[in-house]
């Protein structure tokens, strides 16, 4: 069951496609708008938590992979968490999402990062 966010910055804000969004209602996208902020709308503060985590955490592993890793070590998961994640007991999940999705074992991951290494050391 969804609920509004007591501590949600904003009570509304307007959307890409120019419609106002408010706490309780839902969005264009018909999900149940439950926490906003920096006017972008979330169903919760858990879905806030882990969206700005993975999203400041792939940045950087982007721009740390388009070094070819010449900027020492990866980006840390768990300290983006800790970091960007408002309620401590989202951590876990946040920091649990970033590995999933830059997973060094898998394979696309792997042929990614020889080839920005070969293309940092040609440049």
């Known amino acids: 069951m ?3 966010e007591p501590n949600s910055p904003q009570e509304s804000t307007r959307c890409y496609c120019g419609r106002i969004h408010r706490l309780g209602e839902t969005d264009c996208c018909d999900e149940f708008v439950g926490y906003i902020e ?7 503060l858990r879905e806030r938590d882990i969206a ?5 955490y792939t940045e950087a592993f982007r721009l740390w ?3 070819g ?3 020492g ?7 983006f968490a800790e970091r960007h994640c408002h309620d401590p007991l989202h951590e876990d999940e946040a920091a649990e999402m970033c590995v999933e999705v830059t997973d060094p074992n898998d394979p696309l991951n792997q042929l990614i990062a020889l ?3 070969q293309h940092a ?3």
């Not at 920096?38 to 169903?43: I, S």
């Not at 700005?52 to 400041?56: A, I, M, Y």
């Not at 070590?73 to 300290?79: N, T």
């Open 2 to 4: 969804s609920c509004i």
């Open 38 to 44: 920096d006017n972008c709308t979330y169903r919760d």
């Open 52 to 56: 700005q985590t993975l999203g400041k």
């Open 65 to 67: 992979n388009l070094t």
């Open 69 to 71: 890793g010449l900027l």
């Open 73 to 79: 070590q990866p980006p840390m998961p768990r300290a």
């Open 115 to 117: 080839h920005m290494a």
């Open 121 to 123: 050391r040609l440049n």
